[in-house]
């Protein structure tokens, strides 16, 4: 899946969740007006769409799409090594 495909994925699954139009890249969530049960709701549907575990700590990171979208990135890439430490 390429980046531009899986950035507009998320886009539209947090545009949902939000009701929103538009999810900006950088403008963050809380900006959006997204609260946090909001934002548990998009990270269990980022968790059922890509299969990925997002662990308590990295929900800080899930601010704007960018980061979310990173952090995305990184749970797909690393999941071989996730379990290393």
């Not at 998320?10 to 609260?35: C, H, N, Q, T, Y």
């Not at 934002?39 to 800080?60: S, T």
């Amino acid at each position: 899946m390429s980046n531009a495909n899986m950035k507009e994925e998320l886009r539209a699954l947090i545009a949902e969740i939000a009701e929103k139009d538009e999810i900006p890249d950088d403008v963050s969530f809380k900006d959006l007006g997204i609260d946090s049960m909001m934002g548990v709701e998009i990270v269990a549907a980022i968790e059922r769409k890509y299969q990925v575990k997002i662990e308590d700590a990295e929900l800080v990171q899930v601010t704007t799409l960018n980061a979310s979208m990173a952090l995305v990135q990184k749970k797909l890439g690393g999941e071989l090594h996730a379990h290393v430490a």
